[in-house]
C-alpha cells in the first residue's frame, strides 16, 4: 500500500504546473516553446511553437526578447524565384481571434548571436510581447535536432 501512494504522490508531483511546458496569460495560451540544438558555434538559434488566442479580438506579437541572446527576431521563410530567405517580420504576427499559429519551419522566432552554447535539455528564458495580451515570460527547452526538420540558419545573422 506505501508503494501505490509514495508511486500515486510522485505521479501527481511530476504533473503539477512546475513542469507544465505551456503557458497562458488573458487569452493567449502558448504550447511547447522549443529550439533545436544547433551545431556548435551556430550564429543562431531557431524557436518554435504555437500560439493560440481564445479571444474574440486579434492580437499581435510584436517582439521576443531573451537575455540568451544578442536580439531575437520574428522570421518568416519564403521562396522566391526558387531562392529561400527568412525575413525579419518587422510588423509583427498578427494571431486571430479564435485561430492558433504556428512558429515552425515557415515562421519562427530567430535568437541571434546566443549567449552561449546551448544543448539539448538546457532551458533558454525569453519574453513574447503581444499588444494586447502584454508580456509573457515563457521557457525555450533545448531539444536534440530531429533528422530534416527545421530550418537551415548556416550563414544567417552574420
Not at 511547447?32 to 474574440?56: C, F, K, R, W
Amino acid at each position: 500500500m506505501k508503494l501505490f501512494v509514495t508511486i500515486a504522490l510522485i505521479g501527481i508531483l511530476t504533473t503539477g504546473s512546475g513542469f507544465a511546458h505551456d503557458f497562458t496569460q488573458g487569452s493567449i495560451y502558448l504550447d511547447h516553446p522549443m529550439i533545436e540544438e544547433a551545431p556548435p558555434n551556430a550564429p543562431v538559434l531557431g524557436g518554435y511553437l504555437s500560439i493560440q488566442n481564445t479571444g474574440d479580438t486579434d492580437d499581435r506579437l510584436v517582439a521576443i526578447e531573451s537575455s540568451a541572446a544578442e536580439k531575437v527576431e520574428i522570421h518568416r521563410s519564403t521562396v522566391t524565384d526558387g531562392i529561400a530567405r527568412m525575413q525579419p517580420m518587422t510588423e509583427g504576427l498578427v494571431i486571430p481571434a479564435g485561430e492558433t499559429v504556428w512558429l515552425d519551419n515557415g515562421m519562427h522566432a530567430m535568437f541571434v548571436q546566443p549567449a552561449e552554447r546551448y544543448r539539448a535539455g538546457d532551458e533558454v528564458p525569453a519574453t513574447l510581447v503581444f499588444e494586447k495580451a502584454g508580456r509573457i515570460d515563457v521557457t525555450f527547452k533545448m531539444e536534440e535536432r530531429s533528422t530534416g526538420a527545421g530550418a537551415s540558419h548556416e550563414g544567417h545573422g552574420q
